[in-house]
C-alpha cells in the first residue's frame, strides 16, 4: 500500500505570494492532519480534516486555509506569504480520528520564502 | 496545558552502546504517547505508540517504551545503537478532544563509530 505522498517535495516563493501545497492519503484513510516544522518552533499543528469537514485548527493566523476533497485528499494554502512562512510542512493520515488511530506521515514539503 | 519536554537536545552514544532518551509529559487525562524519527530530509516514521495497558511497549528496529504515570515519563530505550539509528527523535502526546499530537522539541542522535 502506497505512503502517504505529498506535492510539490520543495517550493521557494516570495514574500506577498500565495502558495498551495497538496496531500493524497493512505488509500482508505480519511483524516487528514497538517503539521508544520521549524527549527525555532518544532512541530505545530495546524488542522485537521475528516471527510470533507474541518474538525479542528491550531493556532496559526487566517492566512493559514486548508480543504479536503470528496476522494481525501487535501490541500494547504498559504496566503500573503511571509519570510517566517518557510518551514518543512507536514501532512498525516489516518484512518479515523487520530490519536486512538494511529497517523503516518508524508515526506513533507520544503517551502521556502525569499 | 498539555506539553511535552524532551530534556536532552543532542545525545551521542558510541555504536553498540545502550540508548535512552528521555521524554516527560503533561496531560490532564490518560495520555496517548508516541515516539516518532527523523532522518534528514524525510518525514515522520511512527516508532512506537502507548495507549493503556502493558505499560512496557516494543516497537520497530528494536526500540522499546516504558511508560511511568507516577514520573509523567515516556523514555525510549534500545540495548544496542546502530549507525543507522543516528537521526532527531520525537516524543508525543495525542489529545482526545481535538485529535493533535503535541510534540517535544526533538533529540538528535549521533552515532560515534
Known amino acids: 500500500k502506497a505512503g502517504v505522498t505529498q506535492t510539490p517535495r520543495y517550493l521557494i516563493k516570495t514574500r506577498g505570494q500565495q502558495v498551495t501545497l497538496s496531500c493524497s492519503p493512505i488509500s482508505g484513510h480519511r483524516s487528514v492532519s497538517w503539521y508544520q516544522q521549524t527549527p525555532g518552533q518544532g512541530l505545530q499543528f495546524l488542522f485537521e480534516?475528516?471527510?470533507?469537514?474541518?474538525?479542528n485548527k491550531g493556532n496559526f493566523p487566517g492566512r493559514f486555509s486548508g480543504r479536503q476533497f470528496s476522494n481525501s485528499r487535501s490541500e494547504m494554502n498559504v496566503s500573503t506569504l511571509e519570510l517566517g512562512d518557510s518551514a518543512l510542512y507536514l501532512c498525516?493520515?489516518?484512518?479515523?480520528?487520530?490519536?486512538?488511530?494511529?497517523?503516518?506521515f508524508g515526506p513533507g514539503t520544503r517551502l521556502t520564502v525569499l | 496545558a498539555q506539553s511535552v519536554t524532551q530534556p536532552d537536545i543532542h545525545i551521542t552514544v558510541s555504536e553498540g552502546a545502550s540508548l535512552e532518551l528521555r521524554c516527560n509529559y503533561s496531560?490532564?487525562?490518560?495520555?496517548?504517547l508516541f515516539w516518532y524519527v527523523q532522518s534528514p530530509g524525510q518525514g515522520l516514521q511512527l516508532l512506537l505508540k502507548y495507549f493503556s495497558g502493558d505499560t512496557l511497549v516494543q516497537g520497530i528496529k528494536g526500540f522499546e517504551a516504558e511508560f511511568k504515570r507516577s514520573q509523567s515519563s515516556f523514555n525510549l530505550r534500545k540495548p544496542s545503537v546502530h549507525w543507522s539509528d543516528a537521526a532527531e527523535y520525537f516524543c508525543?502526546?495525542?489529545?482526545?478532544?481535538?485529535?493533535?499530537?503535541?510534540f517535544g522539541q526533538g533529540t538528535t542522535l549521533q552515532v560515534k563509530p
Open positions: 498525516a493520515s489516518s484512518v479515523t480520528m487520530p490519536p486512538t488511530d494511529t497517523q503516518y
Open positions: 508525543a502526546v495525542g489529545s482526545s478532544n481535538t485529535g493533535k499530537l503535541i
Open positions: 480534516y475528516f471527510s470533507e469537514t474541518q474538525r
Open positions: 496531560y490532564g487525562a490518560t495520555p496517548y
